[in-house]
């Protein structure tokens, strides 16, 4: 599933004042691929990945991924492509608290038809590739910083999307589970040929990938291609 | 999404802050208490007096001598001439004396009331025999006693039966003077318990033929007429035609018009309370989406992730919705239980006091005039609508906020702490 990026821009209006943080992005993230995007903060990364996995609208410009066209689409048509397509992991993990690992793996499921007893299924076979057959029933809060994030992985992969976006999806952990996250990330990009596309400000990373694009003042600075897909 | 799983969401995020949902249903259970409790209770005093009315005959009126002086005295004269008026079924003149029966060492205030006993039950629709008969036209002796003769406190004590016989210590005045006697009467019947009644208590009388009363009372004259109308649209007539002719000589009551009053007293005092009771549910609306608003403020970050995750803005408002019908519900049910209570307690405390005096014209009879019955009318269609009521309250105020929460950016909600 690629991902077509033409001439993005995004401006946030606060209290009459207008912030750029897209001056204006055009790239292309192929199918397949494992794609780092680097910046320094403030650059605007997160606010591409966010447009990406269509949390936000563009203010101008358009994406495609997978021939749908974001920024033409509708809010209905925005959330079925965040529930069909694409899957988030996101540095806080986004859990929610008063809801059991299993159960916050079922809630992507719970917008798609299909029976209680299917979504269970599929939600603890996604639990046991992660990993965490043994903790379902625990609530974040007794869950450790790489557990929460590999029951939001869970999360992820239960709708099998066809793309992974995680913004800085190893920022909370120790080097020893970031490595299990991205070994386990980079295993589905190379076995089931999800597309993955990391925010990461890690260079270990990024060497990992097999592009980066380098972000920096709302710019595309340069793309640095790793791997030929 | 299916509904179920809507209101399974919303149920979770419910009881996940019991102490709000609590604090909030309680809110809500006042107005349909008050609904349910005042409603019922105010029909069930409705019902109990119009029974009570109907029983005394709606279309009976009570025509007696007026005590300023002028009066008109009530002869055969003056019966036929009332009973010759349009709109007049019957005319019936009656003596009424007052008197004691002795129970043990005690005595009990009773009236004597002599008339044309054929023609008790077309004036009093609701008296019914629990033994014995109405005495015939002929049977000067007998009489037919009221179910509370000998029993004032309505116990199991039976001291009167048919061919028992019943003895009266009267006193009645002729001629300026008091005439005081004792007279004695074989029972022929006794009537059910009849209840309180309007300007008479049967329950505390002892019915007796007119030719009888005329030998107690030694009069000509007699205490008043019972008229009977053809129809309850005739009371009116009869009544200013009564007044056209004898002016302040004869005084008319119907029982007809003393319901009406207090229909429109009820309909009154029921719009007022109804009125308070829908106050209270307004309150509860806004309570109710008060709570909602902090409900999606403090939720806010929750829905960017059910966003995040592919809920549609429909999904999101209906568990939100959901959530405050829920609430509603659940402060209905509750609200109605506690209605229930509320109408008898209402019943209980009030229903007591609302005896009428009885056993004399405007003059009580010595004893304590029964307490209406009265029993709450609380029909399943109230309790049915006041829940569908709280439920709709409950999903209307949760509207807005429901819709604020819909429209939600999802990354500026996942940006909310």
Redesign the interface.
């Given at each position: 599933m690629s991902v077509v990026m033409e001439d993005v821009q995004k401006t946030y209006s606060t209290g009459g004042y207008a912030t750029a943080a897209l001056l204006g992005i055009t790239a292309r993230i192929e199918s397949g691929e494992f794609a780092c995007i680097m910046g320094p903060s403030g650059s605007g990364k997160s606010t591409l990945m966010n447009l990406l996995g269509a949390l936000d609208r563009p203010t101008r410009g358009r994406i495609i991924v997978d021939g749908q066209d974001l920024s033409k689409s509708s809010d209905d048509q925005l959330a079925d492509f965040r529930n069909r397509k694409v899957s988030f992991i996101f540095q806080s993990y986004n859990l929610i608290n008063r809801l059991t690992a299993l159960e916050n793996v079922i809630l992507p499921l719970l917008v798609k038809e299909g029976s209680k007893t299917d979504r269970i299924r599929a939600s603890m076979k996604a639990l046991e590739s992660v990993g965490l057959r043994h903790r379902v029933r625990h609530t974040p809060d007794r869950l450790s910083g790489g557990e929460q994030q590999r029951v939001a992985m869970a999360r992820a992969l239960v709708t099998k999307p066809k793309i992974i976006l995680g913004d800085e999806p190893t920022g909370n952990l120790d080097t020893k589970t970031a490595e299990s996250v991205m070994d386990l990330l980079k295993q589905l990009n190379r076995d089931r040929g999800l597309t993955l596309v990391i925010v990461t400000h890690s260079a270990d990373i990024a060497k990992q990938a097999d592009k980066i694009l380098y972000v920096r003042d709302g710019l595309l600075e340069k793309v640095d291609v790793r791997k030929k897909n | 999404?299916k509904v179920q799983?809507m209101v399974t969401?919303a149920w979770?995020?419910l009881i996940?802050r019991k102490l709000r949902a609590v604090l909030t249903i309680l809110g809500i259970v006042v107005g349909p208490a008050l609904i349910v409790g005042l409603v019922g209770a105010t029909e069930g005093f409705k019902v109990s007096v119009e029974e009570r009315f109907s029983n005394m005959g709606l279309n009976t009126m009570f025509v007696f001598r007026s005590f300023r002086g002028g009066g008109t005295n009530i002869d055969f004269r003056v019966v036929d001439q009332v009973e010759g008026i349009r709109g007049v079924a019957l005319a019936v003149p009656f003596y009424r004396i007052s008197g004691t029966v002795r129970i043990g060492s005690d005595t009990q205030s009773i009236t004597v009331i002599a008339l044309d006993l054929s023609k008790l039950q077309t004036i009093f629709p609701g008296v019914r025999i629990r033994e014995g008969e109405i005495p015939g036209v002929s049977a000067l002796n007998h009489a037919l006693v009221g179910g509370g003769v000998g029993d004032p406190e309505g116990g199991q004590t039976v001291l009167y039966t048919v061919n028992s016989v019943v003895s009266t210590d009267f006193n009645t005045r002729v001629g300026g003077e008091t005439i005081r006697g004792t007279r004695s009467f074989v029972v022929s019947g006794v009537m059910e318990p009849f209840g309180q009644g309007f300007f008479i208590n049967p329950d505390e009388t002892i019915f007796i033929n007119t030719l009888a009363g005329q030998s107690l009372t030694r009069q000509q004259t007699f205490s008043g007429i019972f008229v009977v109308a053809r129809s309850a649209e005739d009371v009116d007539l009869v009544i200013n035609s009564i007044q056209e002719r004898y002016g302040r000589g004869l005084r008319v009551f119907a029982s007809s018009t003393f319901l009406n009053s207090i229909r429109s007293v009820n309909e009154g005092i029921s719009t007022i309370l109804t009125s308070v009771a829908f106050m209270a549910v307004l309150v509860a609306f806004i309570g109710i989406m008060t709570t909602m608003f902090t409900s999606v403020a403090e939720r806010t970050?929750?829905i960017?992730?059910?966003?995040?995750?592919?809920?549609?803005?429909r999904?999101i408002m209906g568990i939100f919705l959901a959530e405050s019908s829920l609430t509603g519900l659940l402060g209905g049910i509750v609200g109605v239980g506690l209605g229930i209570v509320l109408s008898y307690t209402v019943i209980g405390i009030f229903g007591g006091n609302l005896g009428v005096g009885g056993g004399g014209f405007g003059r009580r009879s010595g004893t304590a005039p029964p307490a209406l019955d009265i029993a709450p009318v609380i029909t399943p269609e109230l309790l049915i609508g006041t829940v569908l009521l709280a439920l709709g309250i409950g999903a209307l105020a949760g509207i807005l906020p429901a819709w604020r929460a819909s429209k939600l950016?999802?990354?500026?909600a996942?940006k909310h702490e």
């Open positions: - | 999404m799983m969401l979770q995020a996940s970050r929750e960017g992730i059910l966003k995040s995750v592919g809920f549609r803005k999904h950016i999802p990354v500026e996942l």
